[in-house]
């Protein structure tokens, strides 16, 4: 039986005055550049980003689920669920109840409702509050979620440019009647150039991200023209990082273990497998295969990976070591830079950048995880927020309305009225021993027979 942790979130308090008119209702714009990793942000100059954070928020690393792929990351990102929760368990997926297959390359499938509806994306919820929402290419915004469908989307096309996504989103946001409140923008870049290339070859990802800051400036400028840059909460983000990969650096399976014993799910850093023999003895052999890739039975998943409890996880998972790729043969093209490891990697971490009334300004966090951008986004549009597995706790001190101390202001709050507390205890003690005694001396009572008024 599946298993959700449910974390609830400070958010919940807002749903009593949930407003149901779009033009009243705050507005926020998600956007995501796929594959922008933590560290590009201090490896490469972005003036553009660089501006946007001066007058916001900046998450160094946010942790990212298992597995660090696109679809899955991207759906826990608006729905606030482990990937075990939501069902997208990967980019490729077999349902053994089913029998059915969802494919990248196959529109049909990615199409399927199937495949979303054991969660509720954010934008579902925003528009049954009685609001519009929109988007541009987010993974599953064009599939109809629980009988829900968005009224204002692109569907994915690679060759459509980043500027005539944002033109469309703004047109959105302004249009006279229904505009939105809530919108999601997906960007293939840096992602596409950061697998040809890798991370680290510096000479081509500085071109890359030279013009993923041009797009930043573009989104901003828009906005600014547009008169939404004070009054509409932009989120950017990613889904996970990159690491450097190589052709020398292959696990190849067929060196190990015959085609006849199973059939792969999904291959690259990590590989779903499903037996066609005996588990144990395909077991064996996988285990001995490769001192730089992890096997796991389904039930022996690590259990910070929350990536058990779904029947698309499949019986065998293979993970590969930073930077190794898992493939049947020699023959396949190896990419420089890839992602799906271990989301515990710094690597695979991205950053997390926002700007906006209900941010704070020029305010830094180290580290958040991606499942509670989900809740913060509820309560910044004032939305219930689904159950999930995020918590508002650990985002507050990035939200202008909500009182926060960090631990270090505590610590230093604590340790000030320590010191004030001895320095007066010190300064009364000295007082004490200062001050002259007015005490009289004991001296016995003397009675005058005469003058005793008492004695007859």
Request: aromatic fraction near 10%; charge should be negative; glycine fraction near 6%.
């Amino acid at each position: 039986m599946r298993t959700l942790a449910l974390l609830l979130t400070f958010g919940l308090a807002l749903s009593a005055g949930e407003e149901t008119n779009t033009s009243n209702a705050p507005k926020l714009l998600l956007v995501s550049f796929d594959g922008f990793r933590a560290d590009y942000l201090l490896n490469y100059s972005m003036p553009n980003l660089t501006d946007f954070i001066s007058g916001g928020v900046l998450v160094k690393e946010v942790k990212n689920i298992f597995i660090t792929k696109t679809f899955p990351n991207h759906y826990t990102i608006v729905t606030g669920l482990y990937a075990e929760s939501h069902g997208i368990v990967a980019n490729s997926m077999y349902d053994p109840t089913t029998k059915k297959i969802f494919n990248l390359s196959d529109l049909a499938s990615k199409m399927d409702p199937f495949w979303w509806n054991e969660a509720t994306p954010i934008w579902v919820t925003n528009q049954r509050a009685g609001r519009q929402s929109g988007s541009a290419m987010w993974p599953g915004s064009d599939v109809k979620i629980q009988n829900n469908s968005l009224s204002n989307f692109l569907p994915y096309n690679s060759s459509v440019p980043f500027e005539t996504r944002v033109d469309s989103i703004i047109g959105w946001f302004t249009k006279p009647k229904d505009p939105i409140n809530f919108a999601t923008l997906y960007f293939e870049q840096p992602d596409g150039r950061g697998h040809k290339y890798g991370p680290e070859d510096k000479e081509n990802m500085t071109k890359v991200l030279k013009a993923v800051d041009e797009d930043i400036g573009y989104l901003m400028l828009k906005l600014k023209e547009a008169k939404l840059w004070d009054t509409v909460n932009v989120i950017i983000t990613s889904d996970h990082g990159m690491a450097q990969c190589s052709p020398d650096r292959v696990i190849a399976l067929d060196e190990c273990i015959g085609r006849g014993n199973y059939t792969v799910v999904d291959i690259s850093t990590i590989a779903a497998v499903v037996p066609l023999t005996e588990i144990a003895y395909l077991y064996h052999l996988l285990t001995n295969c490769s001192h730089h890739m992890n096997v796991y039975l389904k039930e022996e998943i690590p259990e910070r990976y929350h990536y058990m409890n779904n029947a698309r996880i499949q019986p065998l998972l293979l993970v590969a070591d930073e930077g190794w790729t898992i493939v049947q043969n020699r023959s396949t093209p190896i990419s420089l830079g890839n992602h799906g490891y271990d989301n515990l990697l710094p690597s695979m971490h991205p950053l997390l950048a926002a700007h906006g009334p209900a941010f704070q300004k020029n305010y830094k966090v180290n580290s958040i995880n991606s499942v509670d951008i989900y809740p913060m986004m509820c309560h910044i549009l004032k939305l219930k927020p689904e159950p999930n597995n995020g918590t508002l706790t650990s985002v507050k001190c990035m939200l202008s309305d909500q009182w926060c101390i960090q631990l270090p202001e505590a610590i230093g709050i604590v340790m000030g009225a320590i010191m004030v507390l001895t320095t007066l205890t010190c300064i009364v003690i000295m007082m004490r021993k200062k001050m002259p005694s007015t005490a009289r001396p004991f001296t016995r009572l003397q009675f005058q027979e005469d003058d005793d008024p008492l004695i007859g």
